[in-house]
């Protein structure tokens, strides 16, 4: 089941300026002004081909206990810069914004609105600094643990990063995104307790110190836990003392019990040296099905190293350069207003612009669409409309490159999808409750409709994020608006 870590009163969790704006927008009669506001990323971390979307249930839980308490209030007031009619309203406060979020899981580009909401200004902004907390965090870790997955290349990936983690929040969640992004497991023994997601290890290096030789360490492991037992053989000598101790103890104590053993855990030392030689002693030995553990600092590059030059590991277990998704431990997810709804419905554009050319938004209330190719399944680009145009794909469509314009392509036998889900509906969660297990399998399902090129790790093809003809021509015409 879900963490219910959130589910607690974190209105207060929001950078000063949000509150500050509030204010400002209720002394300037704003309070029932309809904006749109849209969260998006400009950069891939890693110089990655893409990223994975997470957090939208951490944002669904705070939003749903999103209420200030007389202790806020009595905060606001203490400050002294605040409106007493403005407190009122928060007293009172009813959230009943319109949110679409891309699922989790799904694969996502720089420049896409993968999260906009639709409400009175002062309820937008507030939930501005949690939106991007949550899913900037999220997605940070489910990125790094789908590229760390990856490069596995189908061995099993346990999360062991808890005890780098930035803080508590930091350990839970990025177990939840490392498991989303396709981890097997974590040793967050909560995670297992709250989100359902498999807690797994072993021993450390002083259960072996505590005993007095390693070898009735490996006996008290054994006899306590037969069925599962894997020992880390790398507390004094890999080959000449832990392997051959682990050996003896599979003979002695699970043969005669009827088990056979889990595994073997290397820690330190050159691993791919190790593993080879460790693998060829426990054939000889009669455990060719004793599988071996690496650990220690790892990360995508280094397993892809590690497996390319033969290592003989089964499963790795990775920590602080996943949790923390080092080397690059940002996701720069943004949040910038994109429109004004106006009384009669029609929507006013806003755009930012700025002599970064990367940092110049996309004006308007938008669709994000996906076209994959009918044939291969494969995701061919992404493409940004106004929330009024439909993509049919019954008939051929022109896409083109929103920098580049004269990179034109007709495609044709495609199929078109809205990707975006609402998950909430004038304030009412509508968003549908996915499973951790049916998320990862998602997940893995979308990775795969990616051309292989765009799924590398160094200098990765750019998957384009095109605009439609109509949303292009009213970003032009506010940016030479605004020329003048």
């Not at 346990?158 to 992004?181: K, N, P, T």
């Not at 832990?242 to 820690?267: C, H, M, S, T, W």
Request: aromatic share 12%; net charge negative; charged share 25%.
């Amino acid at each position: 089941m879900e963490n219910k870590a959130l589910g607690k009163n974190l209105s207060m969790l929001t950078d000063f300026y949000e509150i500050t704006m509030a204010n400002g927008y209720f002394t300037n009669h704003f309070e029932n002004t309809i904006g749109y506001y849209d969260m998006f990323f400009r950069k891939v971390p890693n110089d990655g081909g893409f990223a994975i979307m997470a957090g939208v249930q951490q944002v669904v839980e705070y939003i749903e206990n999103l209420t200030f308490t007389e202790e806020d209030l009595a905060y606001l007031r203490s400050v002294k810069i605040f409106n007493e009619q403005f407190i009122e309203y928060l007293k009172n406060f009813k959230f009943v914004c319109d949110i679409w979020a891309v699922p989790e899981g799904m694969p996502i580009f720089p420049g896409e609105p993968i999260l906009t909401v639709r409400g009175p200004v002062i309820q937008a902004q507030l939930v501005e600094t949690m939106i991007l907390l949550t899913v900037n965090h999220q997605s940070l870790i489910a990125t790094k643990a789908n590229r760390i997955v990856r490069a596995a290349r189908g061995r099993a990936v346990m999360e062991f990063g808890s005890r780098r983690a930035q803080g508590a929040d930091g350990a839970i969640y990025g177990a939840r995104a490392a498991y989303i992004g396709g981890c097997c497991g974590t040793a967050c023994t909560i995670c297992d307790r709250d989100f359902g997601i498999p807690a797994l290890g072993t021993m450390a290096h002083s259960w072996v110190q505590l005993f007095d030789s390693e070898l009735d360490a490996f006996r008290a492991y054994a006899r306590e836990y037969p069925s599962s037992c894997t020992l880390l053989v790398d507390t004094y000598n890999v080959l000449k003392s832990g392997v051959p101790n682990a050996i003896k103890v599979f003979n002695e104590i699970l043969l005669p019990q009827g088990y056979r053993p889990a595994g073997i855990r290397i820690d330190s030392g050159d691993i791919t040296y190790l593993s080879k030689k460790a693998r060829k002693m426990l054939d000889e030995a009669g455990f060719p099905d004793c599988k071996i553990c690496a650990s220690n600092s790892l990360d995508e590059y280094i397993i892809r190293d590690m497996l390319m030059q033969g290592a003989c590991v089964d499963s790795f277990g990775v920590g602080e350069r996943l949790i923390t998704a080092a080397p690059e431990p940002v996701f720069g997810g943004v949040y910038k207003l994109s429109g004004i709804e106006k009384a009669d419905g029609t929507i006013l554009p806003k755009i930012k612009i700025s002599e970064n050319v990367a940092k110049i938004t996309n004006p308007g209330f938008k669709r994000l669409w996906r076209l994959y190719d009918r044939e291969t399944g494969k995701a061919i680009a992404d493409v940004l409309t106004l929330h009024d145009e439909v993509i049919d794909d019954s008939k051929p469509y022109e896409i083109f490159d929103p920098e580049y314009i004269w990179k034109r392509k007709v495609i044709t036998n495609f199929r078109a999808v809205d990707i975006r889900e609402k998950i909430f509906e004038h304030g009412r969660c509508v968003a549908r409750y996915h499973d951790l297990n049916e998320l990862k399998e998602y997940c893995a399902g979308q990775v795969g409709t990616l051309w292989d090129e765009v799924t590398r790790f160094e200098n990765p093809h750019r998957y384009y994020v095109d605009l439609s003809q109509r949303l292009w021509d009213e970003k032009n015409r506010l940016l030479e608006e605004h020329a003048e």
